[in-house]
């Protein structure tokens, strides 16, 4: 009998690999090791889960421990694989005080990533959160509802009940501090306005969402504020402040000290692959796993996918870091039915992106930064239009603003974002089409794209950017 596929992390890349592995070879064994407790559930949808708009924490699972064996996956809870041996084609994993080795055939590592906290040094102060997991957004729910009243079930088999029951005692915090404004920020800042505590995000840069280029971090910005976030821009946070119960009560920056009751940080995250770092596996300027158009690495029978590895550019066929659900699904997918016997590509990221700031809906795609286009080779020009979401006599219509960022030799399209209140992060879709389909602005502008009063205007937005730039290139 042969060894199994073994893989590393039970989320999205993990579960995705091992599910696509058993359906295209029901015979073979497939071994999913997971150090935690939850296993593929929706990060991106803890924030919602904070707010209320997700009533459970289990709404936020993909699948449970009990579909996996449904499916025929071994998995494998609070195991932690904590050496590799690429030589030998095994694993150590250790659980329950207990160590083991496991042989492999093949080997996926899905490890995922990690949240940074440094360098603010009270980063782990109790009170102090970063929104990593669902038992820290259980804890944070907790900590948000009335004391004694909390809507998180602690029945719940995975939930650190100890953890949760902890912050549910506190007492509701009136202040609250977030520390970044990418992604997590934003969207943390309308959970927490939703509880009605009074918001205050920092962010050591002078844009927010900084992916999504200054077009859409200026407007983020204005409606942050309308929304009552009280914004700290081009500050940087020194410290978190606690208390002799070593309970955060203030955020110490640059410009002076604010108090508070409780402390997001969202200052980014790095790709967990401290697991492979003693063995031949190489890693990609970015820090990532590098791999091959598979998701091979550079060790024969092991792959790597989700947010510890890197993928290929659409824009610069080059390797690049870009952490998104979709990918770790796709990729985990594509390496399951690989592993099984019918070799299948990964594809390309275009860094497709979208994110809700209350009622803005923003996107973005490829590369909008110039300098960044100029390293790849690209003589970057780019225009920002501002279009009617409908047709002008049609309610419920709303400002979108688009940006367009093309090569000015080729005219070829290299990256885009869109911002406003009705369907604008959809329409991001059209132009990640049109760069996988290396169109130039030219054929955006011409792309026949569907118009009716209650959807669009004639002219949708996106052809409107096309029809200006073009006007440039031409």
């Not at 579909?67 to 250790?94: C, F, M, P, Q, Y």
């Not at 699904?329 to 690989?338: C, D, L, S």
């Not at 275009?350 to 809906?361: H, N, Q, R, S, Y």
Request: proline share 5%.
């Amino acid at each position: 009998m042969s060894d199994p596929f073994v893989i590393v992390g039970g989320d999205a890349a993990g579960l995705s690999a091992a599910s696509k592995f058993t359906r295209e070879s029901p015979e073979g064994d497939v071994i999913v090791f997971e150090k935690g407790k939850w296993v593929s559930y929706a990060h991106c949808g803890t924030p919602y889960y904070v707010k209320g708009t997700v009533d459970r924490l289990t709404d936020l699972l993909s699948l449970s421990p009990e579909k996996a064996a449904e499916r025929g996956i071994d998995l494998r809870r609070n195991h932690e694989v904590v050496s590799v041996d690429t030589d030998g084609e095994t694993v150590t994993v250790e659980t329950a005080g207990e160590t083991v080795t496991q042989s492999y055939s093949d080997l996926l590592v899905a490890t995922g990533a990690h949240a940074l906290t440094g360098p603010i040094p009270g980063a782990r102060l109790d009170g102090a959160f970063t929104m990593h997991g669902l038992d820290s957004a259980a804890a944070v729910r907790a900590a948000l509802s009335d004391p004694g009243e909390s809507t998180v079930d602690t029945n719940i088999e995975y939930v650190d009940t100890a953890l949760v029951e902890k912050y549910a005692d506190w007492g509701t915090p009136e202040r609250v501090a977030i520390i970044g404004g990418g992604y997590v920020g934003v969207e943390m800042a309308e959970a927490f306005r939703a509880h009605e505590a009074e918001t205050h995000l920092f962010q050591r840069s002078g844009t927010l969402v900084p992916p999504f280029g200054e077009m859409v971090g200026e407007r983020v910005t204005d409606h942050l504020r309308t929304q009552g976030v009280n914004l700290h821009l081009n500050t940087a946070v020194e410290e978190l402040v606690g208390d002799d119960r070593e309970r955060v009560t203030a955020v110490a920056h640059d410009g002076g000290t604010t108090d508070v009751d409780l402390a997001l940080v969202g200052i980014g995250i790095r790709p967990n692959t401290a697991l492979v770092e003693d063995t031949p596996v190489e890693f990609g300027d970015s820090g990532a796993i590098a791999v091959d158009e598979y998701g091979a690495t550079t060790v024969d029978g092991v792959y790597a996918a989700g947010d510890c590895a890197e993928a290929s550019h659409a824009v610069t066929g080059e390797p690049d870091w870009v952490p998104l659900g979709l990918t770790a699904n796709r990729v985990g997918r594509a390496i399951g039915q690989t592993v099984a016997g019918e070799p299948s590509p990964v594809g390309d990221i275009a860094g497709t992106a979208v994110v809700k700031a209350f009622d803005l809906e923003c996107g973005r795609v490829g590369l909008l930064d110039h300098d960044k286009a100029r390293d790849a080779g690209f003589d970057p020009v780019s225009e920002t239009v501002t279009a009617r979401s409908r047709s002008g006599y049609y309610p419920g219509g709303d400002d979108t603003d688009v940006t367009l960022v093309a090569d000015r030799k080729s005219g070829r399209l290299l990256g885009g974002a869109v911002v406003g209140e009705d369907r604008a992060a959809i329409r991001i879709d059209t132009l990640a089409t049109a760069i996988e389909a290396n169109m130039t602005v030219d054929e955006l502008e011409r792309l026949d794209l569907a118009y009716a009063p209650p959807f669009s205007p004639v002219w949708d937005p996106v052809l409107v950017a096309a029809k200006v730039l073009n006007s440039h290139l031409d």
